[in-house]
């Protein structure tokens, strides 16, 4: 055979003498990885001398690994390349400020900027101006006529700022997702060996050659060859479409792709190709992931309900069959995201359309009063060289009208929600909740039901045997090794040791005096720490025989809820041993190990007694029971893909109690919960006893409930009809007092949730929470409305299905995931009331005063300053509210809940009243009260007058502290408790006033101020004062005996999703909105589209398999794990609607979250 490396492309001479080194190039192992099932055989045995050899040519041990030798690792990274795929280039900041310059309203401003600038410089002759009328007043001084171009400057300079503080806000959320993404990176680790040790390694520190240990609910992050196999199943839906489990062997096909799940058993894999050189890579680098994500966009598609979905494979005929298949698939309800989001943009629209209204009629009228004024009743006739004066009248009046819609436009809703979100994330991770979806964070606001797993949520996940049934005797503490017998001792040794994985260990303590480390299946590791309390050496055991020597394993799933190893005896024949939930293995054995080691009958009669006096009262005690067996094949060698025979005719060594002690801060959360209106149900694989037990110790159920507690074959008697489905009125009889499932499956988890979420049982439809941490959990963690995965006992599987990542795996967790959630709602309601406020009057003064004195008594670039407070400033001080206990002491609001209170309504309007009234008397009178010069009907290009400098001044002050009123929407009487905890809101109320002296003290013609004198500053502080007292007036006026109070800010009908929903699979209120939206030639206001695309870019990111498989979650963009190498896209998903026919595969495999082994 020729040496492989006689064929390196010339073309790199230092890769080439790099691969010398090593017996294959990339190219090779890359063509290799492309074979499947014989062909891949073929190819390793006859060009590489089989896996062994490969190993070999590779310079790394099957056994051992690699040595870690950081030189080696170096060198193999420059040859084989590294475990990342490039990401794509974030946007630029420039790129960000061309995007905010999109705004229709700025742009119309900037034109009717430029065209005032332009006309400033125009001077008619003297003697013209007499003929112009009125309309060209004589300036006071020459420097007041040169000063004409400031105003258009000045909202230039404006609108230049605008853009730069949107840019930036960008900007920083787009960092802030990309903080988010390396998170996730670090979260990702692997099972490697090197150097003999079994070591957690993030999966971008892979190399080829790196031996990989793999196991159920693992996602393969690299491309490799298996060494060494377990009964190993693996979806490789995600790369081919094929929705059946494929199952791997040294004989028959032993490769392994990356990006794919393994849904059963356990082997190790040598690794032989990494990143963009892996079977994911190069489909990744065809799609284009670097240079155009268009590709991308058109290969993803949608799906049913928690099932996963493929590419198109590329050279099959299966297209035109998915088609069709498509064509029959039932329609399932569609899954609502976005709610607020969609409620918002719905508002925001609607007040964009009174803005235009408003503002058209702005100019309208000034236009109709100039004209009618000029020509009519003074009868002057046009003349040409008086045209470019009226012009700019005309141009003024313009631009008062962008100003009203400016003003009237509340862009700074997106903004709020963006802020709101991107900082509760930011926070919520401080408290152990990683969220992978923005949406979840708003979601668990309105959860009103959370389904919980029992194994390391509610409890501690740290197992330890207590209790055990042996030769008869019930003991009730751990027994000296001394009372038994040797060749008993050595059944329970053995059953334990060679039948759990190997990758369950138990590690000596990290400190002194700590507890021994628990590494691997938690349940395992008691029986492991069992094996040690009886003074016994597990790893001997294991040493003795290796893993490369276990003949057949029937690994754990979530069908079987037991785990079978076989060993071939030294003196021929086969033992087979056994181990799983008590009630299960029992009814399996026909034979019991009495005191003396001999196996004598167990017949019907002796399991029940055995179950009243032994199971039963270990479960009540909140024991975990878990049943030793072995059975020994003498004769000639069974099929051992019969399971049923083979388990069969068992006889029972033990029976041992694990206790899992409930974590000490969960009876509190609970007790939250339920004060917060959240039911709390626990759904888990453990006997019905021991489920009660835990949960009557955790809170979920108290004596005297009237509620249910049922196992997973009385809930499916209970809710299915003759046919074996899902009836959902019978589902609806039993859901509402059902609060323990146990002995459930994943699919009776699936079920439960989806039954929930589509009930129209009471007011509001439910919104669920589930927990989840099995590869089979993946569907009903889909389907909820927030799925957790758990970080430390979670699969890969799981946490790609989720919304939010439980990084402590602890059930209160949740509890502050709900406290943020709904402290987003009470967040952007402040500020809506703040912004509304502002809204109404601002858009009032303009247009009347517009009206009655031909000009708005607040000038453009004091609007886009007022603008600007209200929007951005206030959307920073508001939306970073922190979240105080006292949100747990409601109900939840429910998606149908308007945002608008009549209690918001009530201060809306009673503000805006208040300011309305100040305004206009100081507009009208105020020249008198103050005794200065009036400051209406000014000619063009006057300069600015304190009239009109105290009217803005109060306005804007009258906004500072009617923003502290807006700290509060349930009408409190104290504005002021908490503001100290917030720094961002109080240095933004600071800052806004600084800023606001400096404007009005050397703002001069730009900001059209003129210098106050210090007790009319005085006076403008006293009124804006006022408000805070006024607002102690209003909150004292009951808001029920204001009856005609409306609300405001519904969410969408169902008639009008049922319309605008066809052919979607998930319904994105934001989306349909903004469809609708767009109508209007303001489309929402690119400001929000601006602000939204922002959420889309912060909320999705292809993630390495995204391209292969578009998540269900229906997130308008999605963070998600990525297998090899955690990187992870950043782009906006185009339509939903735009899909390929996917190839559904069914929900994955049959594991489940829980840990029995």
């Not at 905010?100 to 430029?114: F, K, S």
């Amino acid at each position: 055979m020729t040496n492989p490396s006689d064929r390196v492309l010339p073309a790199n001479s230092t890769a080439e003498s790099h691969e010398g080194d090593f017996g294959c190039t990339v190219m090779e192992l890359r063509k290799l990885m492309e074979l499947r099932s014989r062909d891949a055989l073929t190819q390793i045995n006859v060009h590489y001398g089989g896996v062994q050899n490969l190993c070999s040519r590779l310079k790394t041990s099957p056994v051992e690994g690699l040595s870690g030798n950081p030189a080696d690792l170096e060198k193999r990274r420059q040859v084989f390349g590294h475990n990342v795929i490039p990401p794509k280039k974030p946007k630029t900041f420039l790129e960000l400020v061309w995007e905010a310059l999109q705004d229709v309203t700025l742009i119309i401003l900037e034109i009717a900027a430029i065209i005032s600038l332009v006309l400033s410089f125009y001077r008619p002759a003297g003697d013209e101006n007499e003929l112009c009328g009125q309309a060209a007043a004589a300036p006071e001084d020459e420097n007041e006529a040169q000063a004409g171009w400031i105003e258009g400057a000045a909202i230039l300079f404006s609108v230049i700022i605008v853009v730069l503080v949107t840019a930036f806000n960008d900007w920083s959320k787009e960092k802030q997702f990309r903080g988010l993404q390396s998170r996730i990176e670090q979260e990702q680790k692997f099972s490697i060996i090197r150097n003999g040790q079994l070591i957690q390694l993030p999966v971008a520190e892979i190399v080829v050659g790196d031996i990989a240990q793999v196991k159920y609910g693992d996602l393969l992050p690299a491309d490799g060859v298996l060494i060494q196999g377990n009964d190993l199943k693996i979806d490789e839906s995600s790369l081919t479409g094929e929705s059946d489990h494929v199952k791997k062997s040294l004989e028959k096909d032993p490769m392994l792709l990356s990006g794919t799940h393994v849904m059963e058993g356990s082997g190790r894999m040598v690794v032989t190709a990494v990143g963009i050189n892996s079977q994911t890579g190069i489909i990744l680098t065809l799609l284009g992931v670097n240079e155009d994500d268009e590709g991308e966009k058109k290969k993803k598609a949608k799906t049913q309900d928690g099932v996963a979905l493929e590419i198109q494979p590329l050279n099959s005929q299966e297209g035109t069959d998915n088609e069709e298949k498509e064509k029959k698939a039932v329609k399932v309800p569609k899954k609502e995201k976005s709610v607020l989001q969609g409620k918002l943009t719905r508002l925001a629209v609607q007040i964009g359309k009174a803005g235009l209204i408003m503002s058209a009629l702005t100019v309208f009228i000034l236009i109709l009063y100039f004209v009618i004024d000029n020509f009519v009743i003074n009868r002057r006739p046009w003349l040409p060289e008086c045209t470019p004066i009226y012009i700019q009248y005309f141009v003024k009046f313009f631009i008062i009208g962008v100003t009203v819609l400016v003003v009237a436009v509340p862009e700074g809703l997106p903004l709020a929600v963006t802020i709101s979100l991107a900082y509760s994330v930011k926070k919520m991770m401080k408290d152990n909740n990683l969220v992978r979806h923005l949406d979840a964070c708003e979601t668990m606001g309105n959860a009103t039901a959370i389904c919980s797993d029992k194994t390391g949520t509610l409890t501690m996940n740290r197992m330890t045997v207590v209790q055990a049934y042996i030769g008869g005797i019930h003991y009730r503490q751990i027994p000296s090794p001394d009372v038994f017998l040797p060749k008993i001792l050595d059944l329970i040794v053995n059953g334990i040791s060679i039948n759990s994985a190997y990758t369950s260990k138990i590690l000596p303590p990290e400190k002194e005096g700590g507890l021994p480390r628990q590494v691997g299946n938690k349940t395992e590791c008691a029986l492991l720490g069992f094996v040690t309390d009886l003074k016994q050496d597990y790893q001997a055991v294991r040493n003795e025989v290796p893993e490369e020597k276990l003949y057949k394993v029937y690994t754990f799933n979530s069908v079987r809820k037991s785990m079978s190893t076989v060993i071939r005896n030294p003196n021929g024949g086969f033992r087979m041993y056994s181990k799983g939930a008590s009630e299960i293995i029992l009814r399996k054995c026909n034979r019991i190990l009495d005191r003396k080691g001999e196996a004598v009958p167990f017949k019907n009669k002796d399991r029940d007694d055995m179950i009243r006096t032994v199971i039963e009262p270990m479960a009540s005690d909140g024991l975990r029971t878990i049943c030793i067996a072995y059975r020994d094949f003498d004769d000639a060698e069974p099929s051992w893909d019969n399971e049923n025979e083979i388990l069969t005719e068992l006889t029972c060594i033990a029976v041992v109690g694990i206790e899992d002690p409930v974590r000490p801060e969960v009876p509190d959360a609970i007790a939250k919960c339920k004060q917060a209106g959240i039911t709390v149900r626990m759904v888990t694989g453990d006997n019905i006893n021991t489920a009660r037990a835990i949960a009557t110790k955790c809170g979920i159920l108290t004596p005297g409930d009237d509620f249910l507690c049922l196992e997973g074959k009385e809930f499916n008697r209970l809710i299915r009809n003759e046919k074996g489905e899902v009836e959902q009125e019978k589902l609806d009889k039993i859901w509402p007092k059902l609060r323990v499932l146990a002995r459930s499956s994943p699919t009776d988890k699936h079920t439960l949730v989806k039954g929930i979420i589509d009930s129209t049982v009471g007011e509001h439809r439910q919104v669920v929470a589930v927990t989840g941490d099995g590869t089979n959990d993946g569907p009903a963690l889909k389907k909820a409305d927030v799925g957790f995965a758990m970080g430390i006992a979670g699969t890969d599987v799981a946490k790609e299905a989720s919304d939010i990542i439980l990084t402590d795996d602890n059930f209160t967790s949740i509890v502050k995931a709900v406290m943020w959630g709904r402290n987003v709602y009470d967040s952007i309601s402040k500020f809506l009331q703040f912004q509304l406020t502002v809204n109404v009057v601002a858009v009032i003064v303009a247009f009347t005063g517009a009206c009655i004195t031909q000009d708005s008594p607040l000038k453009a670039v004091q609007m886009l300053w007022v603008n600007l407070i209200m929007d951005t400033f206030a959307s920073l001080a508001l939306a970073t509210e922190p979240p105080t206990e006292s949100l747990l002491k409601r109900r939840p609001y429910g998606r149908n809940k308007p945002l608008i209170s009549r209690t918001m309504m009530k201060n809306i309007l009673g503000h805006a009243f208040y300011q309305l009234i100040v305004i206009f008397i100081l507009v009208f009178a105020g020249e008198k009260f103050f005794d200065i010069d009036s400051g209406r009907k000014a000619p063009l290009h006057s300069p600015p007058t304190q009239h009109y400098t105290i009217v803005f001044n109060t306005f804007v002050l009258m906004q500072l502290f009617n923003e502290i009123n807006s700290r509060k929407i349930h009408g409190e009487k104290n504005v002021f408790s908490g503001i100290y905890r917030n720094v961002i809101f109080c240095s933004v109320v600071l800052g806004t006033f600084i800023c606001q002296i400096f404007i009005v003290e050397f703002g001069g013609k730009p900001f059209s101020c003129t210098r106050l004198s210090l007790s009319q500053w005085l006076w403008c502080l006293f009124i804006g004062i006022g408000e805070l007292l006024w607002g102690q007036i209003i909150s004292a006026i009951p808001t029920r005996s204001l009856k005609f109070l409306k609300e405001a800010g519904h969410g969408t009908t169902k008639e009008e999703i049922t319309k605008d929903a066809e052919g979607l699979d998930e319904i994105d209120h934001a989306e349909m909105e903004l469809r609708r939206g767009q109508i209007l030639w303001f489309r929402g206001l690119n400001r929000i589209q601006t602000q939204i695309d922002v959420i889309n870019t912060f909320q999705t990111g292809a993630s390495f398999k995204g391209v292969l498989r578009r998540q269900n979650m229906g997130q308008h963009l999605d963070v998600k794990l990525v297998p090899s190498s955690s990187y992870v896209a950043v782009e906006p998903v185009k339509s939903p609607t735009t899909s390929v026919p996917a190839v559904s595969s069914p929900p994955m495999g049959n594991q489940s979250g829980q840990s029995v082994p």
